[in-house]
């Protein structure tokens, strides 16, 4: 069983910066590729960033040079660096592990980009 839990989310004003964090816990292979998705108020869910256990990362056009992902030491930690926000960031956000086929989301966080 694996289990992924976000944290970082919430309010914040136009131009501003957040971190998403994403920890995932239970029997996890060691090759996997981590990521953000979200899924903006009416609409359908998409990809913001995915970064594989060999550093692999892919960006959506929307996240280029305003978001980074990164993974530290801590392998199964995906963490999501938010700078310049925009009100169209406004989005739930979910952290995804993909291995061996399968993908497991996490519950989601609420990011408000609203002044």
């Known amino acids: 069983q694996v289990q992924l839990v976000e944290s970082g989310g919430g309010l914040v004003q136009p131009g501003g910066s957040l971190r998403l964090s994403c920890v995932a816990s239970?029997?996890?292979?060691?090759?996997?590729?981590m990521g953000w998705y979200r899924q903006p108020p009416g609409k359908e869910r998409e990809l913001v960033a995915t970064m594989s256990s060999g550093g692999t990362t892919n960006y959506a056009d929307a996240a280029k040079g305003r978001f980074t992902i990164s993974r530290p030491n801590a392998k199964n930690t995906v963490y999501l660096q938010m700078n310049s926000l925009k009100p169209e960031d406004t989005a739930v956000y979910y952290c995804?592990?993909?291995?061996?086929?399968?993908?497991?989301w996490g519950q989601g966080t609420q990011v408000t980009v609203s002044s």
């Open positions: 995804k592990l993909f291995a061996l086929g399968n993908n497991y």
């Open positions: 239970g029997s996890i292979f060691r090759l996997n590729t």
